[in-house]
């Protein structure tokens, strides 16, 4: 789904342990480039349910694996690189807007399971501090990143958000 200023309805998601570290994925066959989970919404599909899909088709996780801590309020837009918008394709998408959404891992780590899907988008995960996802994902997402983690860290154990930001 694009809206007519070009930009493509999408949810990332943020998957954190009870260390309040966060789920941090490689994309497949690509060594240095990692990401939260995300993916585009469809018609008709809801923001919540887009983020259940994408939650089994990327990780391999049921909703009864998750429990959602928060989302961000409004959509948050980044622009594509130019070398990457597809001009040949109608509509033009000329970036993304996100809604973003803060889940804790109730399940065992067993239940993560990259390959669950026929087309795997990711082929390793590890857990990293809060705050380290924005200084490693490609540069074009780094403030959409800081401003997802930014609004969503007060729904985190406050103790565990406030070490982490040190």
């Not at 309805?9 to 690509?30: D, T």
């Not at 990711?122 to 800081?146: A, C, G, L, N, S």
């Amino acid at each position: 789904m694009i809206d007519s200023e070009g930009y493509r309805a999408n949810i990332g998601i943020i998957v954190s342990n009870h260390e309040a570290k966060v789920l941090w994925a490689r994309r497949l066959g690509q060594q240095d480039a990692w990401q939260f989970p995300q993916g585009g919404m469809k018609s008709g599909e809801s923001a919540e349910d887009t983020l259940y899909r994408e939650l089994q088709e990327e990780l391999g996780l049921a909703p009864e694996d998750v429990e959602i801590l928060g989302s961000t309020h409004k959509w948050l837009r980044y622009k594509l690189p130019k070398r990457y918008i597809r001009h040949h394709s109608r509509p033009v998408c000329i970036g993304q807007k996100q809604r973003w959404f803060l889940l804790q891992l109730t399940a065992g780590e067993d239940a993560l399971q990259l390959d669950a899907h026929e087309k795997p988008e990711f082929d390793h995960w590890k857990w990293v501090d809060y705050w380290h996802p924005p200084t490693e994902v490609i540069v074009f997402k780094r403030e959409v990143y800081q401003r997802a983690l930014t609004e969503l860290q007060s729904f985190l154990q406050p103790e565990k958000a406030s070490a982490s930001s040190l």
